[in-house]
């Protein structure tokens, strides 16, 4: 298998596996517990939070431990508003379902207000500033768009959204471990991040939440992670989400210039050997240095059946439409176009050989296909 679906979900980095491994079974105990065998297991719970506050450039006690991305922007868009009579939240159309689903579910009372991007994939700061009103209780922007590679103005909302007195929350999910970011620069008031995509655990996730900022926890139980997450910790999780922060903290510069090489040498090979019957999406927009998405002249299924050693990501014609569909449409594609669109994102342990070796049995796929 060549893998090229990094966006999705990334392999675990043997030295998280590592760093994971005493915590399922010689270090059980829960960071709660009052004996000296537990005292380990609350070093290493919070060694685990200065790990991911290096990543995040945050204080440790600005991070809450979530079960993933999905939890953290939940919790972010429903402990924010919680309490509040009512009100709109802008949300953009390149939001994950997980935001746009819990602003959905505020209740009566609630209406969500959609801002549009452009046919390069980004969204204009001054299309939210037209949009906030005095009622308006909340911004939504993600800081990086799984499918198209866009990088939003995050802190340039956040400068409107603020000046105007409104919380912004960021999905930052696909920007660590990718380029160097730090909270500081998205300027959000909560970001969240999840561990699988930066080679941690799955079920593991975190919420900065910037000090001094009031949220309300969301479920209920005995209080943990600064009463906003009840229950016993998953530790080995969060060891691990740790242990990939850092690791991910100490390589993004060198990362970040060899995805975006293998990325631009993806698109030069479809080049030679498609131009001019390849169209490579958003490429004038500041994107992921590590994901491509194009279109060919061909069904991207019938590539994705054929070429079966290749793992990438093409659109599913079922409804509810999937995050790809959606993502496109955003974008302006009509349905022959997204029927057509391939996404590639490549990973730390992608070669030169695999790219070349994509291309062209992607090329052999659409040959065998016409």
Not at 15 to 26: C, D, G, N, Q, T
Not at 56 to 61: A, K, Q
Not at 147 to 158: D, I, N, S
Not at 166 to 185: E, M, N, R
Request: proline share 6%.
């Amino acid at each position: 298998m060549i893998y090229l679906d990094y966006n999705r979900t990334t392999p675990l980095a043997p030295s998280v596996l590592e760093a994971m491994e005493p915590f399922w079974s010689k270090h059980f105990m829960l960071p709660g517990q009052q004996h000296a065998h537990a005292q380990l297991v609350s070093e290493a719970l919070e060694s685990a939070r200065e790990g991911l506050a290096s990543l995040l450039g945050c204080e440790p006690f600005e991070i809450i431990f979530t079960g993933g991305g999905t939890e953290s922007n939940n919790l972010a868009v429903l402990g924010l508003l919680a309490g509040k009579p009512g009100g709109r939240v802008i949300v953009s159309t390149l939001e994950h379902d997980s935001v746009v689903e819990a602003v959905r579910h505020l209740g009566p009372g609630w209406v969500m207000d959609t801002v549009e991007c452009d046919g390069d994939g980004l969204v204009d700061p001054d299309q939210v500033e037209l949009l906030i009103g005095d009622d308006t209780r909340l911004v939504c922007l993600q800081a990086a768009n799984a499918v198209l590679g866009t990088l939003q103005p995050v802190r340039e909302v956040a400068d409107i959204a603020h000046n105007r007195g409104v919380p912004l929350h960021c999905d930052a999910t696909q920007i660590f471990g990718k380029i160097p970011a730090d909270v500081s620069q998205l300027r959000a008031d909560t970001v969240a991040v999840s561990g699988h995509k930066f080679y941690g655990p799955k079920g593991s996730g975190g919420l900065f939440i910037r000090r001094g900022l009031e949220i309300s926890p969301i479920a209920y139980g005995e209080p943990r992670e600064m009463g906003l997450r009840p229950g016993a910790e998953n530790v080995p999780a969060c060891v691990g989400l740790g242990a990939a922060a850092s690791l991910a903290a100490r390589c993004v510069v060198d990362v970040s210039d060899n995805l975006s090489a293998l990325r631009d040498r993806f698109a030069d090979g479809l080049r030679r050997v498609f131009d001019p019957d390849v169209v490579v999406l958003c490429d004038q927009s500041p994107r992921l240095p590590n994901t491509l998405t194009f279109r060919l002249p061909c069904n991207a299924s019938t590539i994705q059946e054929s070429a079966r050693q290749l793992a990438i990501a093409t659109a599913q014609s079922d409804e509810p439409p999937d995050e790809m569909t959606r993502m496109l449409r955003a974008i302006g594609c009509s349905d022959s176009d997204i029927s057509r669109t391939i996404q590639i994102s490549v990973g730390w342990t992608t070669s030169r050989d695999q790219v070349d070796r994509a291309v062209e049995l992607i090329a052999e796929a659409m040959e065998s296909s016409l």
